[in-house]
């Protein structure tokens, strides 16, 4: 198995940000000006407001794949941008990501750590319920509005 290491975003890092994730939005969906806002600018739109971005790098392939946590209001976190490239799938580089942000989010205390995605992304879905997150009426309330896409709304339950 190869070694997977989970590192923090660095400046020269944010080219993978955009383009693991151009790449999947675009393989499933289409690019909406909030995700042009983010995937441009991941340092002024995530990073500094007190969020953070981290990469999946396997050794011989380099980095797979990235996730970040969003800052919101009311003290809530995003998880968002999680993509992995199809090259690296089978490689639980997806779940080795998600436990680390989650780790990561949980010791920033939020009052809530949601997501939002879509149906189609059944085994996105199935990681993310496999990992404590629960389909929520109040996460899609809040936060529908945020894409066009997004048609599943959850929440983080282990912090409630």
């Given at each position: 198995m190869r070694k997977v290491e989970i590192v923090?975003?660095?400046?020269?890092?944010?080219?993978?940000?955009?383009?693991?994730?151009?790449?999947w939005i675009n393989a499933m969906f289409s690019m909406e000006p909030l995700d042009?806002?983010?995937?441009?600018?991941?340092?002024?739109?995530i990073v500094d407001p007190g969020g953070q971005v981290w990469f999946a790098?396997?050794?011989?392939?380099?980095?797979?794949?990235?996730?970040a946590l969003l800052r919101h209001e009311g003290n809530a976190l995003e998880l968002t941008k999680m993509g992995v490239l199809?090259?690296?799938?089978?490689?639980?580089?997806?779940?080795?990501?998600?436990?680390?942000?989650i780790d990561e989010a949980v010791r920033c205390?939020?009052?809530?750590?949601?997501l939002l995605t879509n149906r189609i992304c059944a085994p996105a879905i199935h990681l993310y319920e496999k990992n404590g997150f629960v389909h929520c009426p109040k996460v899609?309330?809040?936060?529908?509005?945020?894409?066009?896409?997004?048609?599943?709304?959850?929440?983080?339950?282990?912090l409630t």
């Open positions: 923090p975003f660095r400046a020269e890092l944010a080219q993978h940000f955009q383009s693991i994730n151009e790449q042009r806002a983010i995937l441009e600018d991941p340092q002024g739109y790098v396997v050794d011989g392939l380099g980095v797979v794949g990235t996730c199809e090259s690296a799938r089978g490689l639980k580089v997806g779940e080795k990501l998600l436990k680390r942000v205390r939020p009052d809530l750590l949601f899609k309330a809040r936060y529908a509005n945020e894409y066009e896409r997004s048609n599943v709304y959850m929440r983080y339950a282990p």
